[in-house]
Each structure stands twice: as C-alpha cells, then as structure tokens.
C-alpha cells in the first residue's frame, strides 16, 4: 500500500499589531506632570497590579527613585511612568486618566481586559 503524500503550503499570517501597554490622558499627564515638579521632584509612578479586594485583583501605584529592573518605560505627553513587568498581560490597552469631581479626585483606569470590578472599586478581574 503505497502512501499519498500531501504537501499543504499557508501563506504566513500577518503578525496583528498589539495596542499600546498603557496610553496616558492629556489630563493624567498634566496632573503628573504637577506632582513630578512639586512634591514628588526626582520620582516616578510605578504601575502594578496586585492580588487584592473582593475582586481579584487591585492596581498598585507608588513612588519610586527609578525604574526596576524589567520595568517597561511608557513616555506620554512629555511625562513619563512605569509599568512593573508583571503587570503588563493585565494592562495592554489601559488608559489612565485623571478626573476631578465635587467628592473626589484620582487617577482612573480604563482597562479593556477588565471583565468586571467590586461593587466598591477597590479591585477587578480579568
């Protein structure tokens, strides 16, 4: 019994392009761009996301002297945060932002890999 050999030729597919790690608002850069000129003079904004809350998980935002070693570097209307390499499968896409309102005021997350958050905000799950 003689065996049919068949040869299947697939054209490579085109690699789809990955949307940006993390986009900042003009607003949340101009609000950082404050800070990094005043009280936090000499730091950066390290990004992370946690294990924490009803949810899941929680960003995590502190001050830090430098990036760390694996931090991605995102530069964005003239100012610059990092993103803590563990976290970056949680935020491609992200968009921070920054909102004042009446009874409150902060950075904000618009994360398209969020499948749903805490009935308090504190955390999210993928």
């Known amino acids: ?4 050999s068949s040869t299947i030729s697939a054209s490579p597919r085109e ?3 990955l949307p940006p790690l993390l986009r900042l608002t003009e607003a949340a850069a101009a609000r950082l761009a404050r800070l990094y ?4 003079q000499g ?4 990004i992370s996301v946690n294990t924490k809350g009803c949810s899941g998980h929680s960003y995590q935002l502190d001050w830090v002297e430098g990036p760390a070693e694996g931090d991605e570097v995102i530069t964005e209307h003239g ?3 990092l ?3 563990k976290a970056t499968l949680f935020l491609i896409g992200t968009v ?3 909102r004042e309102d009446p009874l409150e005021q902060g950075f904000v997350f618009r ?9 308090c905000g504190e955390s999210f799950i993928v």
Request: proline share 3%; net charge positive.
């Open 83 to 85: 993103v803590d390499r």
């Open 15 to 17: 690699k789809r392009a």
């Open 37 to 40: 000129a005043g009280a936090e």
């Open 79 to 81: 100012v610059t945060v």
């Open 1 to 4: 019994m003689t065996r049919a």
């Open 43 to 46: 730091r950066l904004l390290r």
């Open 111 to 119: 994360n398209p890999n969020e499948k749903g958050r805490c009935g």
């Open 96 to 98: 921070m932002d920054w």
